[in-house]
């Protein structure tokens, strides 16, 4: 079966800090993965998505990016935070050609 | 541009009674729709879905409404129970994106079950 893996699970970045979010499925190849962001109030927001290794598409001009260097791992960065990158970010899946997404546990980031 | 909307933040039912959550988008290309449920600290959960060619679709206690001509659905849980108490997300897709399983979603709808 297939699993979703993100980390780490909680972390607290001063303002001008970097940043690296960790994704990792297991038990599938050639997944779509995605990055979403929960803001405090508002919904899921799709940050960037990748259809293969190295393809990356952003959704929203941000303060963030996205690499996908093995075909089952994708990590978000940032060189420098900002106040409002904090919130609550997601990581998921779908089979190529799937609507259904799986959702990691999530990584709540709160920027000082 | 908000293209899927909750306009209810919050609902509270009483345990064994029906809740009722709504969803309205504005996109015309939306072909899929979804729920998800989440938990605080979690990752959202598949609850159920719909393709645009239906207008219901069934799981236990889990029914989709879609109503196309006013871009609308709805999730009705039936009976509800406490452990449904969590926050709900619509979600949608766009003709030509199954490729990309691009989802857009609401703002959400926190269902409060009491018991």
């Known amino acids: 079966s297939q699993t979703i893996h993100q980390w780490p699970a909680t972390l607290v970045q001063p303002v001008g800090s970097p940043l690296s979010l960790e994704c990792t499925v297991e038990?599938?190849?050639?997944?779509?993965l995605y990055w979403y962001r929960q803001a405090a109030g508002r919904g899921l927001q799709l940050l960037f998505y990748s259809v293969g290794i190295g393809q990356i598409s952003s959704e929203v001009p941000q303060n963030l990016s996205a690499s996908r260097p093995q075909d089952r791992q994708f990590i978000l960065s940032s060189k420098k935070l900002l106040l409002s990158d904090s919130g609550f970010y997601l990581c998921?899946?779908?089979?190529?050609?799937?609507?259904?997404?799986?959702f990691g546990a999530g990584s709540r980031l709160t920027v000082l | 541009d908000q293209q899927v909307k909750q306009n209810s933040p919050s609902l509270s039912v009483q345990e064994g009674r029906i809740s009722i959550l709504n969803c309205d988008y504005t996109n015309s290309m939306f072909d899929y729709f979804l729920w998800y449920k989440k938990y605080p600290a979690e990752g959202p959960t598949f609850l159920i879905s719909?393709?645009?060619?239906?207008d219901k679709n069934e799981d236990g206690r889990f029914t989709v409404f879609l109503n196309k001509s006013a871009k609308h659905l709805s999730l009705h849980i039936v009976p509800s129970q406490p452990g449904d108490s969590a926050v709900y997300f619509c979600a949608a897709s766009a003709l030509g994106s199954s490729n990309t399983g691009k989802l857009i979603f609401g703002q959400g709808t926190t269902l409060q079950v009491k018991p």
């Open positions: 719909i393709s645009s060619i239906k």
């Open positions: 998921a899946w779908s089979p190529l050609g799937a609507n259904v997404l799986t």
């Open positions: 038990g599938t190849s050639n997944p779509n």
